[in-house]
């Protein structure tokens, strides 16, 4: 017998409103998830089992909003080698491209979701010398140019893969130590943090030169999670390593934090910026607390007296969230085997 899966759907008070919320519970405790681009698959979410060892899956849920449940698609969940460490779904929001999936664990994996199920496309690995693999962190899908996809490793290395061809595009010695995390700025231009702690930025025009946004201010904290700001590419947030504060950057003044949100009363394990509103940015972590700022009334430098305009308590340790691209009023968080959606 399969675990049971609670699905509900609850109305709690965040700040002076009533919030909607749907929550899905998974057999399993849950790490990567993300959304659905597409406009036709609104409610759609793909969610990444944790099991500290091979045997992993992935469930595709989707709410139905007129009775207000979630649930999974059992014709689409697939097996995941260990634990996906990232899930993205194509960045195509009118459904133009066959709907894919992109996983990293040991390797990127692209997986294509059809009515008869899911099939693995691709596998691709750059190590092809070597019997072992360098885990993969993290990676990003570029909005832009969705054929290009970018991955970070703790080899100290970033990829860059045309995923149609199968092909590496590049491949960069990106930092002195693991690489936990890349976000794409444009086209060409992305940027990556790492163990060594610092954040950098590299233009693919110019693979031999990078430039640092930002150190750690004690040496040698990592630098765990980075967003860059898609509604204004001047800005972007990182998380250091066991900190209750998220850091963000302006990348005309590198090395000064232009603010630090520092409302967390415990570790900060997740960011993500609102993908139609260039001053909010939304946080979460082990306090159990998912917080939405507004960085408009930031002012300059290091401002650390923001609060956040809106808070949501959990269940338990926040350790995932993601902003909805084609439904901007929701975010979904991942606490224990839970996953949630607010509209916020």
Known sequence: MSAQQHMEQSKVMIGDKCAEIYTYESPDLVYAMNWSNRRDKKFRLAVGSFIEEFDNRVEIITLNDETGKFSSDSQLQFQHPYPATKIMFIPDKEGNCPDLVATTGDYLRIWQLTEEGTTLQKLLNNNKNSEFCAPLTSFDWNETDPKRLGTSSIDTTCTIWDIEKGMVDTQLIAHDKEVYDIAWGGVGVFASVSADGSVRVFDLRDKEHSTIIYESPQPDTP?????????????????????????????????????????????????????????????????????????SSMSQPMDTSLDPILAYSAGAEVNQLQWSTTQPDWVAICFGSKTQILRV
């Open 223 to 295: 630098l765990l999670r980075l967003g860059w700001n898609k509604q204004d590419p001047r800005y972007m947030a990182t998380l250091l390593m066991d900190s209750s504060k998220v850091v963000v950057l302006d990348i005309r003044f590198p090395t000064l934090p232009v603010a630090e949100l520092q409302r967390h009363q415990a570790s900060v394990n997740a960011l993500a910026w609102a993908p139609h509103s260039s001053c909010h940015i939304c946080t979460a972590g082990d306090d159990s607390q998912a917080l939405i700022w507004d960085l």
